[in-house]
T-cell receptor, first 108, second 115 residues
Framework: EDQVTQSPEALRLQEGESSSLNCSYT??????LFWYRQDPGKGPEFLFT???AGEEKEKERLKATLTKKESFLHITAPKPEDSATYLC?????????FGKGTRLSVIA | GAVVSQHPSWVICKSGTSVKIECRSL??????MFWYRQFPKQSLMLMAT?????????EQGVEKDKFLINHASLTLSTLTVTSAHPEDSSFYIC???????????FGPGTRLLVL
């Protein structure tokens, strides 16, 4: 059964403390791996799409990478405004399937 | 670019009434639109996929007669919750993409409370 698992469920960081979020997937025929950010009470905001192993994309303090089995979202020197839930999702033979997300809290 | 709006953002209604939620892609043509439901502290659950001009495809367990979806144009899809009951209270989010496989851009969501 195709699935996507995110870890950790929750992460608490001090401002400036870099870390990584993990998204592991078991899916045949992966078309794309997506990262979104979701703030409380709002819809997800698109961050990145990765299509093939070895691909990397960056945006400000965020960098997403992809291997054949997992994707990482690296957060460098986070700020309190980076606090949110980060969702990964894959598209294969079905529309997007989301993981349960990682709730990130960055403390000043 | 890639802005999706939803209206209303909040709706409170009495049990038994119907509620319509609009989803619009503001700056691109959306061949495909998706409707999700999200419960507190849970991830998004896909309810249905709609393609412009054709019938929506509903996920297993979603009642198509209760959640009516219309995708009448390349920029507008509507979700109507018919005869709403308290258990239908949730956060409903739409998304839009230019094709089924491409990146989905999400609306801000609609919070529905059925009394």
């Amino acid at each position: 059964e195709d699935q996507v698992t995110q870890s950790p469920e929750a992460l608490r960081l001090q401002e400036g403390e870099s870390s990584s979020l993990n998204c592991s997937y078991t899916v045949s025929g992966l078309r794309g791996l997506f990262w979104y950010r979701q703030d409380p009470g709002k819809g997800p905001e698109f961050l990145f799409t990765l299509y093939s192993a070895g691909e990397e994309k960056e945006k400000e303090r965020l960098k997403a990478t992809l291997t054949k089995k997992e994707s990482f979202l690296h957060i460098t020197a986070p700020k309190p405004e980076d606090s949110a839930t980060y969702l990964c999702a894959y598209s294969g033979n079905t529309p997007l399937v989301f993981g349960k997300g990682t709730r990130l809290s960055v403390i000043a | 670019g890639a802005v999706v709006s939803q209206h209303p953002s909040w709706v409170i209604c009495k049990s038994g009434t119907s509620v319509k939620i609009e989803c619009r892609s503001l700056d691109f043509q959306a061949t495909t639109m998706f409707w999700y439901r999200q419960f507190p502290k849970q991830s998004l659950m896909l309810m249905a996929t709609s393609n412009e001009g054709s019938k929506a495809t509903y996920e297993q367990g979603v009642e198509k007669d209760k959640f009516l979806i219309n995708h009448a144009s390349l920029t507008l899809s509507t979700l109507t919750v018919t005869s709403a009951h308290p258990e239908d209270s949730s956060f409903y989010i739409c998304s839009a993409s230019q094709t089924r496989e491409e990146t989905q851009y999400f609306g801000p969501g609609t919070r529905l409370l059925v009394l």
